[in-house]
């Protein structure tokens, strides 16, 4: 495999909601049921069929990686790559590589892939513009790139029009984490720059989808990150009483993710 990894994580240090710790199984499963079935759907819209070589970027606990393990079928192969595979490490599927890579600066193929998938991964990295322009050399020619980001610019609060103290208290939380995210360097007005970060670079068919979700998979992830971040909320402000009343509240609250916005845009021959 032409792909190598640096010893040291460059981003690691910086990632706010890492790979370890007990809230990480949760957040895998609320991830999966709120976006993998979306995720899915704009790859069959792409046309993805057996035979596909597909990049899988920050693939996570892999569920995405197994999907497109199964489409490419023998004949294909599918990479999925993290700064800390632990999750991805238990998978054994013929077709799939695993490999420790940063995205920022490991080594890539060159005008290998067919389709390259990156979800929640580039609002986070110091220079996703620079990451989007090493996928696209990584990216055949007529190659996909679907790439799917969160954007909080779009939505005001996790309850939008709060009107009693628990909704305000959900919106304060929300916006605490936020900015604590901000603070470690994510940028989450990104994700609406896709359009045309791609139109600037020749990409051809660049088609956008916006969605919210809320439910009990909403409710699982915030009770995930919060648990998680629990520490650094406190140190910067958040006291103690309100977490706990927002999570002791959580299942009577109509709770909205930010806009999941999903880009899906072709390579053209240049
Ligand atoms: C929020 S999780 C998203 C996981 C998966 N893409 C999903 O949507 O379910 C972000 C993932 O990106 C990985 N990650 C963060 N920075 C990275 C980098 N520089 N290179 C590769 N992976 C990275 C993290 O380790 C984590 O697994």
């Not at 979800?119 to 996703?128: A, E």
């Not at 103290?165 to 007005?189: C, P, Q, S, V, Y």
């Not at 402000?237 to 977490?243: K, R, S």
């Amino acid at each position: 495999m032409t792909m190598t990894s640096s010893p040291s994580a460059s981003s690691a240090g910086g990632y706010l909601l890492d790979n370890a710790g007990d809230q990480v199984p949760d957040r895998w499963d609320a991830l999966s049921r709120l976006y993998d079935e979306p995720t899915f759907r704009r790859f069959q819209e792409v046309g993805i069929r057996p035979g596909w070589r597909c990049l899988e970027v920050g693939a996570g606990s892999g569920s995405v990686a197994c999907w497109l393990a199964e489409r490419v079928g023998p004949a294909g192969r599918v990479t999925a790559t993290d700064l800390d595979t632990r999750w991805l490490d238990r998978l054994q599927l013929p077709n799939l590589t695993v490999a420790r890579h940063d995205i920022t600066c490991d080594r890539l193929p060159v005008l290998r892939y067919d389709l390259i998938h990156c979800r929640l991964v580039l609002s986070h990295l110091p220079n996703p513009e620079a990451v989007i322009d090493r996928l696209i050399r990584s990216l055949r020619p007529r190659g996909w790139l679907v790439l799917e980001e969160f954007d909080t610019g779009c939505l005001d609060g996790a309850c939008p029009r709060p009107r009693t103290e628990r909704e305000h208290r959900a919106n304060r939380i929300r916006e605490a984490f936020t900015r604590l995210i901000e603070k470690r360097g994510a940028d989450l007005g990104f994700a609406s720059r896709l359009p045309v970060l791609l139109t600037d670079r020749g990409f051809q068919a660049v088609e956008v989808r916006g969605s919210y979700e809320s439910g009990p998979s909403v409710r699982l992830l915030e009770r995930a990150n919060l648990e998680q971040s629990r520490a650094e909320l406190i140190e910067n402000g958040v006291t103690p009483a309100d977490l706990d009343a927002h999570l002791d509240q959580l299942p009577r609250l109509p709770l909205l993710m930010p806009m999941m916005i999903s880009v899906v845009a072709r390579k053209w021959p240049s």
